[in-house]
């Protein structure tokens, strides 16, 4: 047991120091690099809590995606100029916000000391209700049944969020492809990797999408996976973001949360409860809804982390 | 309390949440023209199932309630439409038809043209915002209304820098900034109290807390990011330039409906989730904060040299009263006063909102004639402009709270509740803000009335969108005409009275 | 039989580490980024390599082995990749970048 | 214990991302700081669920759900936040020409 404790410790020293890293580094990119690694401690704390679905989810959005992004935003800024910077406070107005924040992490740690003994759950709820999904991992069984309503809406914000990131465009690139076309690197072992490391990627998405319903795994995982190699093909020059305009892409985005809400409204219509599953084909409907879901995630994740059209293809 | 039952008419409620949000995903592949079109076409069936929760809750005299896939709370999530979330599904639905109409010049696509960055964007953020607020309003469980608050976000903040001018990218990346350490204070709240409670339905929670140490933590860390959100002072720095900035038909919706959003759940808590946990001190110091928003926004606003900050300044201070409504009716659960407060605050909320909307969309028609927004230049826009000068002119005695208007019958209420609950200090900040506001009316109309410079535009025949702001002006005047009866609406749901 | 499986697999593992650790303070310590890479690569690949060996006999299934083995060939593409692409961009830019 | 060890976590990570968010002046490094105060929340939801382990699973399942959805909601966050930087140093970039 006490080894059990001294890794935990461990681990959240390790992530106390890298997140104060964070915060003093100098350099943005060192800041990133070390809120990476940060991420990758997370991942095992997250395992420690018995969270093997979030361990998953925070290795592959959190540090992954999340890293890819804000690396590639800081190359981008370092080339344009740190753009307009706002005024740092001064010592004495520093020395009060890590005052205030010192409080409201005492606050919180001693809110956290004081939760309820034995702790309120939901455990018994989700076991015995269960097995009328046909599900094997509780945590599917409550984001696609009891919980359905949330991750419909999660994926409606996917969509919302690509969107928005377009509207962010500026009016003479909007007819382009999303990303910035210099990033890509069209020789060198990357182009070896984007040709060895897809098929195996999705290979692995797959059977994370499949094996979700009754073990850890599931429809973002596996959409996070399957955008990290769309994007390792497109760095490396293999593959090539079709133009906003085009009606497939915007389909394939599209077609989950829609495909998720047509199910919802038919449930409404035969069964008289919006999101409730025809009785003995709750799991193939939801299999069919994850892996619809699974491409558009995907393919808005990619889109999310290349961003919007950009007017500069210097090299 | 126990869990909520599914009623009949739960699908109205359920309906106005989806349609919108299914719109708002198909609008992509459809493109700028099929959007707006789909847009449009879901205006009537979108006012229709607002009115028809209004009625099934005035009817039945109880809230909605519709239960999704069947599961019952803790386990499942509900929908529960009380008076109050059919008042605001009503206003929304109305701002949002008139927005889009109005919006039809600007961001319309005429067949065969090609589809713009700006159209394409704005048809799936108007119906995203609908679908938000409408979800904010009627989901029962905290983190639906944490997606609902990001939503929300996520559709408003592109709206504000929608035209892609520089400091319109500045405004929205610091609105983006205090709303998602907004969100993210309130997420950490609801994760103690899952903790406390093991349940995050509204229904539930209420009663069932007492004041332990988590739970006062959570209420503060959520109650502090809600107010980020809903931009009271002094959280609403992001506010005036985020809402003068976006384009007319943005600067309606995100001033009207956007902020109420998250003051609506602010409700839900104190009076839903906390009703065990009497809390008179924090509820004072909500108010003391609302109190010092009407007359600083007020302040502010009479010395801004530019009409769309004037209009955003006045949204800070106009948000202010919404939130004198926490002691009066946390004062004496029950009381006359309390549903007095309790009608005035909901009045205000949806006075402010339609007046609001016309006032942005009025003076959005002006700057377009004239081409800029200085209030000292104004002259002669009561020839050229009457319409528009009129809009703000009835959309400016809502504001003031001069009889009869729907914002007279807010602040009426606000201000009787007051003297009966023996708290009279919030009765003069009531009147002290009504006579800074009709300083402020009366600056821009008195500039507009002054007789034409020789820059003023020659008259220009009103068109539709004259018509719209106009009728919503109207219509937040006519709503002081109702009977006071007729508001006991809002009352049906009330949480934390006696059954 | 199991004693001698634990005792390879504590053999095994605690080398692994061992390369890991002595990795890392080449990571910390070498003077130029060429030798760091180099530090780097061969605590990935060796290291790496004696833990998943170490790890092979504690496999419940020969699909848990495959994939033990998969993880080891995964980290071998990875850092065959990175490694280059990392020695270049220093070429290039000088080690600031 | 594990959950208590990590809600503590949580907790010092809240503290830290919100002092990061305030204090530091580059939009990115308060983007990244958001992210870390974003990491505290979910630990401390992890944490509750942790705590409210029982019926045969090991930890409760409706939290954990919930922190998924959280998460994908946060990195769209990152995403517009980081797009609406890059854009506001693209302008700076063209002002001069």
Redesign the interface.
């Known amino acids: 047991m006490t080894v059990w404790l001294a890794l935990d410790l461990l681990l959240a020293a390790g992530s106390l120091a890298l997140a104060f890293g964070v915060v003093r580094a100098r350099r943005v990119f060192t800041a990133i690099a070390l809120f990476i690694a940060h991420g990758l401690l997370l991942t095992l704390a997250w395992v420690r809590l018995d969270a093997v679905d979030v361990a998953l989810t925070e290795g592959a959005i959190g540090a992954g995606l999340s890293g890819v992004l804000l690396l590639a935003a800081r190359h981008r800024l370092a080339r344009v100029g740190a753009g307009r910077v706002a005024e740092a406070p001064g010592r004495a107005v520093t020395i009060a916000i890590g005052l205030g924040c010192a409080a409201v992490t005492a606050a919180l740690g001693y809110a956290v000391l004081a939760l309820p003994d034995p702790a309120p759950s939901l455990a018994a709820e989700v076991a015995a209700s269960l097995a009328a999904t046909e599900l094997g991992n509780p945590v599917t069984g409550v984001l696609m049944v009891f919980r359905g309503l949330d991750t419909l809406l999660e994926a409606a914000v996917l969509v919302l969020a690509v969107i928005g990131v377009w509207s962010l465009a500026p009016d003479r690139a909007w007819r382009g492809a999303p990303g910035a076309p210099w990033t890509v690197v069209e020789d060198g072992p990357l182009a070896l990797l984007a040709r060895l490391l897809p098929p195996v990627g999705i290979v692995v998405a797959v059977h994370i999408l499949w094996v979700g319903a009754d073990a850890p795994g599931g429809k973002f995982q596996a959409g996070a996976i399957l955008a990290a190699m769309g994007l390792l093909a497109w760095l490396a020059g293999l593959a090539r973001v079709p133009p906003t305009a085009s009606r497939p892409m915007r389909a394939t985005v599209a077609a989950g949360p829609a495909l998720f809400i047509a199910v919802g409204l038919a449930g409404l219509m035969f069964q008289g409860a919006f999101l409730a599953y025809p009785e003995g084909l709750v799991k193939p409907v939801i299999l069919l809804v994850e892996f619809v879901l699974t491409a558009s995630v995907a393919a808005a994740l990619a889109l999310l982390v290349l961003g919007p059209p950009s007017a500069d293809a210097r090299p | 309390m126990p869990p909520p039952a599914a009623t009949d008419w739960g699908i109205l409620p359920l309906l106005a949440v989806m349609l919108p949000v299914l719109a708002m995903v198909l609008a992509a592949p459809l493109g700028a023209r099929g959007a707006e079109r789909l847009t449009l076409s879901l205006l009537l069936p979108g006012f229709v199932l607002a009115f028809g929760t209004a009625v099934a809750i005035h009817v039945s005299g109880a809230p909605v309630v519709h239960l999704l896939g069947h599961w019952s709370p803790p386990l499942g999530l509900a929908f529960r439409a009380d008076g109050l979330a059919a008042a605001m599904l009503l206003t929304a639905a109305i701002v949002i038809a008139a927005t889009a109409l109005f919006a039809r010049d600007g961001f319309g696509t005429k067949p065969g043209a090609p589809e713009t960055r700006a159209a394409f964007a704005f048809w799936p953020l108007l119906l995203a915002l609908w679908g938000a607020i409408n979800l904010a309003v009627v989901a029962n469980d905290l983190f639906t209304l944490y997606v609902a608050l990001e939503l929300l976000t996520f559709a408003a903040m592109p709206l504000a820098c929608l035209e892609g001018k520089r400091e319109t990218v500045e405004a929205a990346l610091r609105y983006l900034m205090f709303a998602l350490l907004g969100s993210v204070l309130y997420l950490l709240g609801v994760a103690l109290i899952y903790g406390t409670a093991g349940t995050l339905d509204i229904t539930l929670l209420s009663g069932r807390l007492g004041l332990d140490a988590p739970v006062i933590v959570a209420a503060a860390l959520m109650t502090a990011g809600l107010l980020a959100k809903t931009a009271l002072l002094p959280l609403h720095l992001w506010l005036p330039p985020a809402h003068a900035g976006a384009p007319a038909a943005a600067s309606a919706v995100l001033s009207a409906l956007v902020v109420k959003g998250s003051f609506v759940i602010l409700v839900r808590l104190w009076f839903g989730v906390l009703a065990g946990a009497p809390a008179m001190g924090a509820m004072q110091i909500l108010a003391g904060l609302g109190a010092a928003a009407i007359l600083l926004g007020s302040a502010a606003a009479l010395a801004q040299p530019r009409l769309k900050l004037l209009v955003a300044y006045s949204t800070v201070a106009q948000i202010g009263y919404l939130f004198l409504m926490f002691p009066l009716v946390a004062g004496m659960p029950g009381s006359e006063a309390a549903a007095k407060a309790w009608t005035g605050g909901a009045l205000q909320a949806i006075s402010h909102a339609l007046a609001k909307a016309a006032m942005f969309l009025a003076v959005g028609l002006m700057a377009a004639r004239l081409g800029h927004d200085r209030i000292a230049d104004l002259a002669g826009a009561a020839r050229s402009m009457p319409l528009p000068l009129l809009t703000f002119a009835l959309a400016g005695l809502t504001l003031m709270g001069v009889p009869p208007s729907g914002g007279f019958a807010a602040k009426w209420l606000l201000l009787s509740a007051a003297i009966e609950a023996g708290q009279w200090w919030w009765a003069l900040v009531v009147l002290g803000g009504g006579l800074l506001t009709g300083g402020y009316v009366y600056r821009v109309l008195s500039a507009g009335l002054t007789a034409g410079g020789a820059r003023a535009p020659a008259p220009h025949p009103p068109g539709l969108p004259e018509a719209i702001a106009l009728g919503l002006a109207l219509l937040s005047v006519a709503l002081g005409f109702l009977p006071l009866a007729s508001f006991g609406l809002v009352q049906v749901g009330r949480m934390g009275l006696a059954p | 039989m199991s004693m001698l499986a634990d005792a390879f697999t504590l053999v095994a593992v605690l080398a692994g580490i061992g390369f890991f650790a002595a990795g890392t303070a080449g990571l910390l310590r070498f003077p130029d980024t060429a030798s760091r890479l180099h530090a780097l690569t061969k605590a990935d690949h060796l290291g790496l390599g004696l833990v998943v060996l170490g790890l092979l006999p504690q496999a419940g299934s020969l699909a848990d082995s495959l994939r033990l083995l998969a993880i080891w060939a995964l980290v071998l593409f990875a850092g065959a990749a990175a490694g280059p692409m990392l020695a270049t961009l220093t070429r290039r830019t000088g080690p600031e970048a | 214990?594990?959950?208590?060890?990590?809600?503590?976590?949580?907790?010092?990570?809240?503290?830290?991302?919100?002092?990061?968010?305030?204090?530091?002046?580059?939009?990115?490094?308060?983007?990244?700081?958001?992210?870390?105060?974003?990491?505290g929340?979910?630990?401390?939801?992890?944490?509750?669920?942790?705590?409210?382990?029982?019926?045969?699973?090991?930890?409760?399942?409706?939290?954990?759900?919930?922190?998924?959805?959280?998460?994908?909601?946060?990195?769209?966050?990152?995403?517009?936040?980081?797009?609406?930087?890059?854009?506001?140093?693209?302008?700076?970039?063209e002002?001069p020409r």
């Open positions: 214990m594990s959950g208590t060890v990590f809600g503590l976590l949580g907790a010092a990570l809240v503290g830290i991302g919100l002092f990061g968010m305030l204090v530091r002046a580059q939009p990115l490094m308060r983007i990244v700081c958001f992210n870390l105060l974003g990491s929340v979910f630990l401390v939801f992890g944490a509750v669920a942790r705590r409210g382990a029982g019926a045969g699973f090991a930890a409760d399942p409706v939290p954990q759900a919930i922190i998924l959805t959280g998460l994908v909601v946060a990195f769209a966050a990152t995403t517009l936040a980081v797009a609406l930087v890059l854009r506001l140093a693209d302008d700076e970039d002002a």
